[in-house]
């Protein structure tokens, strides 16, 4: 079929119009009469590695018919508990009394990391006596469970290898940014275990501190740098233990997401402009709500106070006007062989209310590991609004684009061992296979157009799956 395809399309540029190719192009496809509902083999229809992203090819924009996927389905309104200042470390509530405290408090903790890191120049560094008393300020608005931790870092009573680490760890928890970040939820049984070996270890040099390395190699390496002093030790665990609590009680007003049930008639790609293989019948398995968040969301922070020049993380959205073309979102998995999990047309700009809408109303469960290029306030985004569904996924930059962010180190999916061999940058692969039917699409219908993405997602698919299939072939041959 490959051949056959290459042929017809060197055809087509010599002989043949356009729209006369296409004609000829969707009648002979549609002769092989193919089902594109089809699974990853491997990962079959729950998914836990996931990578999305967004591409400029679509139909004109005065052709499109399509509903934009984010348009609520039902009247039923949504008001998620949490926001993103209660979930982070120095956390308050919007409408408290001392926000401009707390913002200080925080903007004195990544002035404390970056100087016991050896980052400021002379002319950076604070007069003792201002530091002295925003150090104070910062201990006394910190909890009380953690207060000894930070005074003595903040001090720099600690050894140089373990103030060193701390300080990467108080840079992590000086932003906005959710602790899950730091301590993932699905974590939580483990690191606690963990936290009980470690206090009841006779010889220091236990074999429990590894096993932080595979969720968050930055706890690891406090632990690790305490272990030579008991009373370092006991603060550090102390301080990774209130840190566990604090992340059950983000997440223990969670509600749990709808249950998820097949709606008929949800499956028309020509209708509305998306397939989605997450299930057999490719159909949507929820309605998808309003949401409170989306009527105050004036800002791309979603937030009531502007976030410091550190933590912005500003992703520009492509805009698409009226004489443009449509854009797409899709899904792939990273971690196998790039399988495609289907897409969406986009009739206007793509934003994080593409990820987070397609998996919700498809997906029967979010993924352990989401890649997106702008994951750090995707994840935001969802915790606002559905955090008992997204509860258990962990959000990265994958490696093409985490070098261009400003957030936190824990968002960067190269700090974790085992997600370095993944293909994260699989949706720009895509990208680039996609770009051969740019010009044709944009003079197709949107039926059309629907029919001829899906043979090309399905082409893909069976291209990637062959590719895979023989790197696992010769990999067998040698391990014979």
């Known amino acids: 079929m490959t051949n056959q395809y290459q042929r017809l399309y060197s055809l087509s540029a010599k002989f043949m119009s356009p729209q006369t190719f296409i004609a000829w192009w969707l009648s002979w496809a549609s002769n092989f009469k193919v089902d594109f509902r089809v699974v990853c083999d491997i990962c079959k229809y729950e998914p836990k590695y996931l990578a999305c992203d967004g591409t400029k090819i679509g139909i004109n924009f005065r052709h499109a018919s399509v509903t934009p996927i984010e348009i609520p389905s039902t009247d039923v309104k949504v008001d998620p508990c949490h926001r993103r200042n209660e979930r982070a470390f120095i956390h308050y509530k ?32 604070l007069p003792w006596n201002d530091q002295t008393d925003r150090t104070n300020l910062l201990v006394e608005t910190v909890d009380r469970d953690c207060r000894e931790i930070v005074k003595r870092f903040s001090l720099g009573e600690y050894s140089n290898l373990l103030q060193f680490k701390l300080a990467i760890v108080f840079a992590v928890l000086s932003s906005n940014s959710s602790l899950t970040s ?27 501190v590894n096993d932080l390395r595979q969720f968050s190699p930055e706890l690891r390496d406090i632990v690790h740098f305490a272990l030579d002093n008991r009373e370092s030790l006991l603060e550090v665990l102390d301080f990774i233990e209130y840190l566990v609590l604090r992340v059950k009680d983000i997440h223990g007003k969670n509600k749990a997401p709808d249950f998820a049930v097949p709606q008929p008639g949800t499956y028309n790609p020509e209708k509305y402009g998306r397939a989605y293989y997450f299930n057999p019948t490719g159909e949507q398995l929820r309605h998808l709500p309003k949401y409170s968040m989306n009527e105050h969301a004036t800002s791309k922070n979603y937030d009531d106070q502007p976030a410091r020049e550190e933590e912005k993380c500003n992703k520009i959205f492509p805009q698409v006007s009226r004489k443009g073309t449509t854009y797409l979102f899709l899904w792939f998995d990273p971690k196998h062989y790039g399988h495609c999990y289907g897409y969406h047309m986009i009739p206007g700009s793509e934003g994080r209310k593409d990820p987070f809408t397609s998996a919700y109303l498809y997906l029967e469960k979010a993924p352990e590991e989401l890649f997106y290029d702008f994951s750090c306030q995707l994840e935001e985004y969802c915790l606002n609004r559905e955090p008992g569904y997204w509860q258990n996924t962990r959000f990265w930059h994958d490696v093409f684009h985490g070098f261009s962010h400003k957030c936190p180190v824990t968002y960067k999916s190269r700090r974790i061992l085992s997600l370095r061999k993944m293909s994260t940058e699989i949706c720009e692969q895509f990208n680039s296979f996609i770009q051969r039917i740019k010009y044709s699409a944009r003079a197709m219908s949107t039926g059309k157009f629907n029919h001829y993405l899906q043979f090309m997602i399905h082409h893909w698919c069976i291209k990637k799956k062959a590719s895979f299939q023989k790197r696992c072939n010769v990999a067998a041959t040698y391990l014979l």
């Open 94 to 125: 919007q409408g408290d009394l001392d926000i401009a405290a707390n913002i200080k408090c925080r903007e004195h903790l990544l002035y404390l990391s970056k100087y016991h890191r050896g980052l400021l120049k002379d002319d950076q560094k």
């Open 182 to 208: 730091l301590i993932p939820y699905r974590y939580l049984t483990l690191t606690a275990f963990i936290i009980t070996s470690l206090r009841n270890a006779v010889d220091s040099d236990c074999d429990f």
